[in-house]
């Protein structure tokens, strides 16, 4: 009896201490202390050694009464919190002192970095965003042609918190092919590259009114090492996009006299073959292998179906040849190697490299590069000649 | 003079082997730091070396198969050199339970508790390692097995995960690096988890009588299962990450942060974490049955039990004091550790080996059933 006694006394006493101490209550904390955070910005401040940190954070107590209320369609979804420091945690830290809420990162769609900081250069703003424990390596990253404070106080006609728009911009660009989403493990890769330029979306605001301003793409951001040098249109975006392969959907336009199509990517793979002929001179050879679609015809009413094919095969070809080449010209113009071949000559060839990578770039600028299509076309879509066509024939 | 009553199979003997190896999956930046994306070579070298290793802790527990390592040592060295040597090898029980419990409390802080002490975690983890001891080494080990499938499943599953975003090109260029990096990871990895079977040695006389060939059977496989987890694990790190590798504390937990497949599958990162902590908790709790059964065969007592406490206790504030960072953990695991592990990994089992063989002291010489060989 006794026994049992105090075996129930010690169930009890460790019930007790199991309650008390396993709770975790130093971390725990209700989801409205917190202010989640959908994205952050930073600019070059006006003393170029500190930077101006733009946080956005969700307004989530407007969300649950609008909830019930009438929406008024003037309420602020998202709340803009700024700091300029010189480290971005001493800003953050700045902002947590002012605050009734302390902010959580986990949820964070998208960095941005101003124009002016990237081309001043971001690396040692990189540490605190590996460094962190909260910090995540997958968001995107994009350079805001302009200030991404303004990018990221604007309200968006379709989705008022642009933080989340931008998130899943990325997302859905990244469904296209995953290069356009760049990552910051992706960002780190390219500058631990040697000789390896990093790229960056790059978007800005259209300069219409007061809320009916819309985010665009404008093409990449071309750096080297950490500073911005330059940028590549959205052609040639497109061309470095395909020259990395694996794009899943996609439009080429192609066009001659005859007339006008846009055909569907269903799939583009690119195999790159890079050859170093001697310690000066580098070959690569890319031959890309796509698959189309046919989404739109207008014209082309001379020809018959499978002239009709075969023609547009060719102008496929030619096209993507253009586009990719106009990459590596604008990447030449930069000397940057966007590409990363210089990844494949340390991968592959690291003796030659060990020689080449002192004066890679001039090496870079007289590639020798060629480009190889080849392309069929799978399908025609829902019409196997257009109207235009069949007029034509009768 | 047996202190635990308890016996366990050799299957289980076998899976409690490969669930040790599997929990030191955790400590590849101690390598990743060193020999970046090729960090894989050095584990396949340290496998490779372990055979050896591994065949020599076989061959004590084939010569004295009713005796513990502390046993084997008074009856190779004598009473009082035996005792001396034990106390060393008490030592170093104590500092890898310590070292074991710390990783575990660091690598909680590390996944998002960062606010809660460090000593929350050391004592939850102690105390039920200590709960286990008391039940003997049927407990300690009772759930190896389950354990080690769940590791598979989970290092399978993970690597599906990862699977879209794996780049084979990460694994180049090869060979690029001074040939003292790869001796040096490849010694880290030899010693550290490999050489650390040596604390197996300390229940031969609980694990159920086995042939020779049955021994070598079950220290090989295990070994097996536990280094083909930690090759895969590394290999998935590499790929991922590529040359980034080396600058994370935890290769894998950040890869398996990186992990996006549509939008359900994503921060998948928290199975990396119950995986680590079933694998640390396990690995503790069999680190401080061993020292408590090395304390009790030091004092010739069976009465271990009532020692679990007082060592789980010395554990937990003995684990702070090792070192103060994160960064003097990696820098002793890199430069001195392995060079202590060494004397008690490899010297004084070879040692033992040779003195006992010279001796003629192997136990089935005296026994009447003495047809295997050695």
Not at chain 1, 257 to 280: A, H, M, Q, W, Y
Request: proline letters at 3%; hydrophobic letters at 45%.
């Amino acid at each position: 009896m006794y026994n049992r006694c105090k075996r129930f006394s010690i169930f009890l006493f460790m019930m007790l201490m199991i309650i008390l101490t396993f709770t975790g209550c130093w971390d725990s904390r209700e989801i409205l202390d917190y202010n989640i955070l959908t994205g952050s910005g930073f600019d070059l401040a006006d003393d170029p050694e500190q930077i101006y940190i733009t946080l956005q954070v969700a307004n989530i107590t407007q969300q649950e009464s609008s909830s019930n209320e009438p929406s008024t369609g003037d309420n602020n979804q998202f709340v803009i919190f700024n700091a300029v420091s010189d480290t971005i945690l001493k800003g953050i830290s700045e902002i947590n002192i002012n605050n009734n809420h302390k902010l959580m990162f986990h949820h964070n769609q998208i960095r941005l970095f101003g124009i002016d900081l990237a081309k001043h250069g971001v690396k040692k703003y990189l540490d605190m965003l590996l460094r962190d424990q909260q910090a995540r390596l997958e968001v995107p990253f994009a350079v805001v042609d302009g200030r991404a404070e303004d990018l990221l106080s604007v309200k968006l006609p379709t989705e008022p918190i642009s933080g989340l728009f931008l998130g899943s911009m990325f997302e859905d660009l990244a469904k296209t092919s995953m290069h356009y989403k760049v990552r910051l493990i992706d960002f780190i890769n390219r500058i631990l590259d040697e000789g390896a330029a990093p790229v960056m979306p790059i978007i800005k605001l259209t300069d219409a009114e007061e809320d009916k301003k819309e985010v665009i793409m404008t093409g990449m951001a071309v750096f080297n090492d950490d500073k911005m040098i330059g940028q590549l249109t959205l052609d040639e975006t497109l061309g470095y996009i395909w020259s990395l392969g694996n794009v899943n959907t996609c439009h080429l336009e192609v066009s001659d006299e005859f007339g006008k199509s846009i055909l569907n990517i269903i799939d583009l793979s690119c195999k790159r073959k890079v050859t170093p002929l001697d310690d000066e001179k580098v070959e690569v050879n890319l031959s890309v292998d796509a698959v189309f679609t046919v989404g739109e015809l207008q014209g082309f009413t001379d020809m018959k179906n499978d002239e009709l094919i075969k023609h547009l095969d060719k102008l496929a070809q030619e096209q993507i040849k253009e586009t990719i080449n106009n990459a590596f010209i604008a990447a030449k113009n930069l000397e940057a190697d966007i590409f990363g071949f210089c990844t494949a000559i340390h991968q592959y060839y690291p003796k030659k490299w060990d020689k080449m990578k002192d004066h890679w770039n001039e090496i870079f600028v007289d590639i020798d590069f060629n480009v190889e299509t080849k392309v069929s076309i799978s399908g025609t879509g829902q019409l196997v000649q257009s109207l235009e066509m069949e007029e034509k024939m009768e | 003079m047996r202190i635990d009553k308890s016996k366990i199979s050799g299957t289980r003997f076998m899976f409690s082997i490969a669930f040790y190896l599997h929990s030191s999956a955790l400590l590849t930046s101690f390598l990743s730091g060193i020999t970046k994306q090729e960090s894989w070579i050095p584990i396949i070298m340290g496998v490779i070396l372990c055979i050896p290793l591994v065949y020599m802790y076989r061959t004590i527990m084939v010569m004295f198969p009713d005796k513990n390592l502390f046993q084997v040592f008074e009856e190779v060295y004598g009473v009082v050199l035996g005792k001396i040597i034990s106390v060393f090898y008490v030592c170093y029980f104590l500092t890898l339970s310590a070292l074991n419990v710390t990783d575990f409390g660091d690598f909680i802080k590390n996944i998002g508790m960062v606010e809660t002490p460090h000593m929350v975690f050391t004592i939850c983890c102690v105390l039920v390692a200590v709960w286990a001891v008391r039940n003997g080494l049927k407990v300690v080990t009772r759930y190896s097995s389950a354990f080690a499938f769940i590791e598979f499943i989970i290092v399978g599953f993970t690597l599906i995960l990862v699977i879209n975003q794996i780049n084979f090109n990460n694994f180049l260029p090869l060979f690029t690096q001074p040939l003292m990096k790869y001796i040096q990871s490849t010694h880290i990895i030899t010693m550290i988890p490999f050489g650390e079977l040596v604390v197996f040695l300390m229940f031969t006389p609980c694990v159920e009588k086995m042939t020779p060939k049955q021994t070598t059977k079950y220290w090989y496989k295990g070994l097996a299962m536990g280094a083909i987890v930690l090759l895969v694990v590394v290999l998935r790190d590499i790929s991922i990450l590529g040359n980034a590798i080396h600058l994370f504390t935890l290769p894998g937990l950040v890869t398996l942060r990186l992990v996006q497949m549509g939008n359900v599958l994503n921060r998948m990162e928290i199975i990396f974490a119950i995986a680590v902590m079933m694998l640390l908790v396990f690995k503790v709790t069999l680190l401080i049955y061993i020292t408590t059964i090395a304390i009790a065969q030091l004092f010739n007592t069976t009465q271990y039990k009532y020692l679990a406490l007082i060592i789980g206790v010395f554990v937990i504030f003995y684990s702070p004091t090792l070192y103060s960072n994160a960064i003097e953990h990696v820098t002793y695991a890199r430069t001195i550790e392995p060079i202590i592990w060494t004397l008690f990994q490899i010297i004084f089992p070879l040692l033992t080996i040779i003195l006992a063989k010279i001796r003629n002291l192997s136990e089935k010489n005296k026994s009447p059933v003495s047809i295997q060989e050695v």
